[in-house]
């Protein structure tokens, strides 16, 4: 595939060759100053937007930051009645299913990383499990809840029974599971991509002094690219920690801090998707808002953080 | 032969089609919007739709919730509201002018359980508060057994469901409870999303209607529509005069046939009906009763009442069609007043 597109690009510059252009020559100029000012456009854009959309949540939460200040985070009520917000709850809900869903995730996401970027680079097995995987990210996320609903949850709550718990069935772990799925193939084609890139002077020199595959892949592909790795699994817990609509149908929707992985919970995203339709009373919504806002911070956090580790890790060269 | 008569069918109900749009096309091209309560949205697309065939008048509702209806009425980009609960003091203050509420039909909330066998069952208001505050914790409890002699009750536990979705069905569902017990009053109170105790959160009736069907010994609380039509088992209510009521459009409507305030906005939760089923709601249309605001024209003004008008009137019939109750005389009696005074620069529209 690359081949051939990259063959069609020089026929191209070819045939530009043979019949020179001379109002082509003389605005060349001024082209390249508007390519580049189409470029530059699109990058200030998304700056301002993402500024936008910063202040207008700051400037949105300002009423609940008022009032609850700090207080906010360490809260564990989230009372409408009474006014009385506190974030806890859904904090530990996010973190707690995010960082769940990614201990589920990594074994499958990496070893199809593993399996499509070292053992069947190509071939028909190859491309049919790489076009399953991306599939998988193609399912809309209400399918997952559906199937969550109806797969996953008759068997958590089975479980639940021996265990003598109320089967509920809908908790953070249920939620977990399915997000875990949801997000295995951002991590598993970044995964493949990266050791794709892993130079095979490197591999063949570790197999010319007789390494095995096995010890290939574990002293020179997965040290080579392991910053590309981390890089796909910081990308899909982002993924996790934001997803909604799947969460919210199968996490409980209860607003108190989960006793256990089986316990009924929240999420930031859900109790937004959850509460802001019917909300009309100023401080609910903007406490809302300022919910939004922690989920961007954590979100940000959990991006600088895969920049340093990747920065650390990345080999030289 | 055939396809003759296929064309002269045709080309009479195009006749037919064209002469009615004609003799009623006094509305033609008004376009009404207005959004709020995702309860009665299903009813409301009927009417609207009929109103539309003949008035030729066009009515856009969306379901976006009561408190966004309020909310888009406030901030006047909406010709009406509805909503599920009536406006409170402050939210009418904020828009700055007056509001009347006109209540459409009459909602019921159902608690509805999955037992083996789902036997009817009969509770008290206290045994239900006692449940979704979390003090019954079994369904053998003495308490639930008193009310239902011969009926066997498993030794299960308790899982209770409510929305978690703001929603105009636990605003109902929680006034109820709010009046009848100090306790949930004091803990939980009265709201469209309150702090609740115990239990799992579904989205929407179907959230809350998946769960309790799948989880063995739950317990929630559905629209009475939503019960009937999914066929789910749900519990005779015992009112404040004594009696234990079957939810249905009759005991919901009787419900409403107690002494209204001129403003219809009432809770009809806690019934002093003899018959009435006790957790029942009016739903409303909000409108301001001064109608020139925001540049709106006349016929907009002129519209927007004549709708509500008929919604009351004509509309009536429809209601119990689509599984919900119908307005008690009464209702309709303060309705049409309040329609009176609807005014564009002061003076009323309706005669």
């Given at each position: 595939m690359e081949?051939?597109?990259?063959?069609?690009g020089?026929k191209n510059?070819?045939?530009?060759k043979?019949t020179?252009n001379i109002?082509?020559k003389?605005n060349?100029k001024?082209k390249?100053k508007i390519?580049?000012?189409v470029?530059l456009f699109?990058?200030?854009?998304i700056?301002?937007?993402?500024g936008g959309?910063i202040l207008?949540?700051l400037?949105?939460?300002?009423?609940?930051?008022?009032k609850f200040?700090f207080?906010?985070?360490i809260?564990?009520?989230w009372?409408p009645v009474?006014?009385k917000?506190?974030a806890l709850?859904?904090?530990?809900?996010t973190?707690?299913t995010?960082?769940l869903?990614?201990?589920?995730?990594?074994p499958?996401s990496f070893?199809?990383?593993?399996?499509?970027g070292?053992?069947?680079k190509?071939?028909?097995?190859?491309?049919?499990i790489?076009?399953?995987t991306e599939?998988?990210a193609g399912?809309?996320s209400v399918?997952?809840?559906f199937?969550?609903l109806?797969f996953v949850?008759?068997?958590i709550?089975?479980?639940?029974m021996?265990?003598?718990?109320i089967?509920?069935?809908v908790?953070?772990?249920?939620?977990s599971?399915?997000l875990g799925?949801?997000?295995?193939?951002y991590?598993?084609?970044i995964?493949?991509e990266?050791?794709e890139l892993v130079?095979?002077d490197l591999k063949?020199?570790?197999y010319?002094?007789?390494?095995?595959r096995?010890?290939v892949?574990k002293t020179?592909?997965?040290?080579?690219?392991?910053s590309?790795?981390?890089?796909g699994?910081?990308l899909?817990?982002?993924r996790?920690?934001?997803?909604?609509?799947a969460?919210?149908?199968?996490?409980?929707?209860?607003?108190s801090?989960?006793?256990?992985?089986?316990?009924p919970g929240q999420?930031?995203a859900?109790?937004?998707?959850?509460q802001?339709?019917?909300?009309n009373n100023?401080?609910?919504?903007?406490?809302m808002i300022?919910?939004?806002?922690l989920?961007?911070?954590?979100?940000?956090?959990?991006?600088?953080l895969g920049?340093y580790?990747?920065?650390?890790?990345?080999?030289?060269g | 032969?055939?396809?003759n008569?296929l064309?002269l069918?045709?080309?009479?109900?195009?006749?037919?089609?064209?002469?009615?749009?004609?003799?009623?096309?006094?509305?033609k091209?008004?376009?009404?919007t207005?959004?709020g309560?995702?309860f009665?949205?299903p009813l409301?697309?009927?009417?609207?739709?009929?109103?539309?065939?003949?008035t030729?008048a066009?009515?856009?509702?969306?379901?976006?919730g009561s408190?966004?209806?309020?909310?888009q009425?406030?901030?006047?980009v909406?010709?009406f509201?509805?909503?599920?609960?009536?406006?409170?003091?402050?939210?009418?203050k904020?828009t700055?002018a007056?509001?009347?509420?006109?209540?459409?039909?009459?909602g019921?909330v159902v608690?509805?359980?999955?037992l083996?066998?789902n036997?009817?069952?009969?509770?008290?208001?206290d045994?239900?508060?006692?449940i979704?505050?979390g003090?019954i914790?079994k369904?053998?409890?003495p308490?639930?057994a008193?009310?239902n002699?011969g009926v066997?009750?498993?030794?299960l536990?308790?899982?209770?469901?409510?929305?978690?979705d703001?929603s105009g069905?636990?605003?109902v569902?929680?006034?109820y409870l709010?009046?009848v017990?100090?306790?949930w009053?004091?803990?939980v109170g009265?709201?469209k999303?309150p702090k609740w105790?115990?239990?799992?959160g579904g989205?929407?009736?179907p959230g809350?209607?998946g769960?309790?069907?799948?989880?063995p010994?739950?317990?929630?609380?559905v629209?009475?529509?939503?019960a009937?039509?999914?066929k789910?088992?749900?519990?005779?209510?015992k009112n404040?005069?004594?009696?234990y009521?079957t939810?249905?459009?009759?005991?919901s409507?009787l419900?409403?046939?107690i002494?209204?305030?001129?403003?219809?906005?009432i809770?009809?939760?806690?019934?002093?009906?003899k018959?009435g089923y006790?957790?029942s709601?009016?739903?409303?249309l909000?409108l301001?009763?001064?109608q020139n605001?925001?540049?709106?024209?006349?016929?907009?003004?002129?519209?927007v009442?004549n709708l509500?008008w008929?919604?009351?009137h004509e509309?009536?019939?429809f209601p119990?069609?689509?599984d919900?109750?119908?307005?008690?005389?009464?209702?309709?009696?303060?309705?049409?007043?309040?329609?009176?005074?609807?005014a564009?620069?002061?003076k009323?529209i309706?005669?």
């Amino acid at each position: 595939m690359e081949n051939q597109y990259l063959n069609s690009g020089d026929k191209n510059i070819g045939v530009e060759k043979s019949t020179p252009n001379i109002l082509h020559k003389k605005n060349w100029k001024l082209k390249e100053k508007i390519f580049k000012i189409v470029l530059l456009f699109a990058g200030v854009t998304i700056l301002l937007i993402i500024g936008g959309i910063i202040l207008s949540l700051l400037f949105s939460s300002i009423p609940s930051l008022k009032k609850f200040g700090f207080s906010f985070i360490i809260g564990n009520e989230w009372d409408p009645v009474n006014e009385k917000y506190g974030a806890l709850p859904f904090l530990i809900g996010t973190a707690m299913t995010g960082f769940l869903a990614l201990l589920i995730s990594l074994p499958f996401s990496f070893s199809i990383s593993i399996l499509l970027g070292e053992y069947f680079k190509k071939g028909l097995l190859s491309s049919f499990i790489k076009t399953m995987t991306e599939l998988l990210a193609g399912i809309p996320s209400v399918i997952y809840g559906f199937w969550g609903l109806f797969f996953v949850v008759p068997i958590i709550r089975n479980v639940e029974m021996i265990f003598g718990a109320i089967p509920y069935g809908v908790g953070i772990l249920t939620a977990s599971i399915v997000l875990g799925i949801m997000i295995i193939p951002y991590s598993a084609s970044i995964g493949r991509e990266v050791l794709e890139l892993v130079p095979n002077d490197l591999k063949e020199a570790a197999y010319s002094l007789g390494a095995t595959r096995y010890e290939v892949i574990k002293t020179v592909s997965i040290p080579y690219s392991i910053s590309g790795i981390i890089a796909g699994i910081i990308l899909s817990l982002g993924r996790a920690l934001g997803e909604t609509m799947a969460v919210t149908m199968l996490i409980g929707n209860m607003n108190s801090i989960p006793e256990n992985i089986f316990a009924p919970g929240q999420t930031i995203a859900s109790i937004i998707a959850n509460q802001f339709n019917e909300a009309n009373n100023e401080l609910h919504i903007s406490a809302m808002i300022e919910l939004g806002l922690l989920l961007l911070v954590m979100s940000a956090i959990i991006n600088f953080l895969g920049k340093y580790i990747i920065k650390k890790l990345s080999v030289e060269g | 032969m055939k396809t003759n008569f296929l064309k002269l069918f045709t080309i009479m109900s195009v006749i037919v089609a064209f002469t009615f749009s004609l003799s009623s096309q006094n509305l033609k091209g008004v376009e009404l919007t207005g959004s709020g309560a995702t309860f009665p949205e299903p009813l409301y697309k009927k009417m609207f739709d009929e109103y539309n065939k003949s008035t030729g008048a066009k009515v856009n509702y969306q379901g976006i919730g009561s408190g966004g209806g309020i909310k888009q009425l406030t901030e006047k980009v909406t010709d009406f509201g509805g909503t599920d609960a009536f406006m409170s003091e402050d939210e009418m203050k904020k828009t700055g002018a007056d509001i009347i509420h006109i209540p459409t039909c009459i909602g019921a909330v159902v608690v509805t359980y999955n037992l083996p066998g789902n036997p009817k069952l009969r509770m008290s208001s206290d045994v239900i508060t006692d449940i979704f505050l979390g003090k019954i914790l079994k369904w053998n409890d003495p308490k639930i057994a008193a009310e239902n002699t011969g009926v066997k009750l498993p030794d299960l536990k308790i899982s209770t469901v409510h929305r978690s979705d703001g929603s105009g069905t636990t605003f109902v569902f929680t006034d109820y409870l709010s009046k009848v017990s100090k306790e949930w009053k004091e803990k939980v109170g009265t709201d469209k999303s309150p702090k609740w105790l115990t239990g799992l959160g579904g989205k929407g009736n179907p959230g809350v209607a998946g769960l309790v069907t799948q989880i063995p010994g739950s317990i929630g609380y559905v629209e009475l529509i939503y019960a009937l039509q999914n066929k789910m088992a749900f519990v005779d209510v015992k009112n404040k005069s004594g009696n234990y009521v079957t939810a249905s459009l009759k005991t919901s409507s009787l419900s409403a046939d107690i002494a209204l305030p001129n403003d219809t906005r009432i809770s009809i939760t806690d019934t002093d009906a003899k018959d009435g089923y006790p957790i029942s709601s009016f739903t409303w249309l909000i409108l301001y009763k001064e109608q020139n605001y925001n540049n709106r024209t006349e016929t907009n003004a002129k519209a927007v009442t004549n709708l509500a008008w008929w919604v009351i009137h004509e509309g009536q019939q429809f209601p119990e069609k689509l599984d919900y109750s119908p307005l008690p005389k009464s209702a309709i009696e303060k309705a049409e007043k309040l329609l009176k005074s609807v005014a564009y620069n002061g003076k009323p529209i309706l005669k």
